[in-house]
């Protein structure tokens, strides 16, 4: 089973700067079957870039997600209020069975 | 517009059972595979199980041979049966769709709380 680890746990920014997440994988993972989500308190997750790079409909274009094999980043290009959650990486593997990473949660500094 | 909506959970004692629906519309349940998705009180997310097309299931390991997935294409309905509950499967468990073709889940229900609890 491929296991994903995001980093850092919490990021600590400011609104207007650059947030930069990571989702390594523990063996190589297809970048069509990587996927980043968004979610907020009490609410359910939300797609925002699928097959590593490609955003999801109505997803804002300061999101962006890049990598390949193990390695993965989601980048949020300048925060906005809204953006403060916590961030899944999601893989799917070929055992047709599907892993989150443990997320990472972006806090207003 | 397609739309989940859960239902069914609850409180159940540790080794009890319950059944999960998620009711679609604006999505044909048999069209496409449907997943559940948990999350334990301020935990991260947790893959549970799918069904495809075809009427193929798979399970996380976790919850392999207590809970079985089914749908009923007459009701549109996609469920999840929950059997020897434990009080580590205490959850919210969301039903998921990929209904663009994106290989992820682009469209989730809200939610149905199960607690298992003595």
């Known amino acids: 089973e491929i296991v994903l680890t995001q980093s850092p746990g919490t990021l600590s920014l400011s609104p207007g700067e650059r947030a930069t997440l990571s989702c390594r994988a523990s063996q190589s993972v297809s970048s069509s079957y990587l996927a980043w989500y968004q979610q907020k308190p009490g609410q359910a997750p939300r797609l925002l870039i699928y097959g590593a790079s490609s955003r999801a409909t109505g997803i804002p274009d300061r999101f962006s997600g890049s990598g390949s094999g193990t390695d993965f980043t989601l980048t949020i290009s300048r925060l906005e209020p809204e953006d403060f959650a916590v961030y899944y990486c999601?893989?799917?593997?070929?055992?047709?069975?599907?892993?989150f990473g443990q997320g990472t949660k972006v806090e207003i500094k | 517009e397609v739309q989940l909506v859960e239902s069914g959970g609850g409180l159940v004692q540790p080794g009890g059972s319950l059944r999960l629906s998620c009711a679609a519309s604006?999505?044909?349940?048999?069209?496409?595979?449907m997943s559940w998705v948990r999350q334990a009180p301020g935990k991260g997310l947790e893959w549970v199980s799918v069904?495809?097309?075809?009427?193929?299931?798979y399970y996380a390991d976790s919850v392999k041979g207590r809970f079985t997935i089914s749908r009923d294409n007459s009701k549109n309905t996609l469920y999840l049966q929950m059997n020897s509950l434990r009080a580590e499967d205490t959850a919210v468990y969301y039903c998921a769709i990929d209904s663009s073709g994106y290989d992820a889940f682009d469209i989730w229900g809200q939610g149905t709380m199960v607690t298992v609890s003595s």
């Open positions: 999601q893989q799917y593997g070929s055992s047709r069975r599907w892993t």
């Open positions: 604006g999505f044909t349940v048999s069209s496409n595979y």
């Open positions: 069904i495809y097309s075809g009427g193929s299931t």
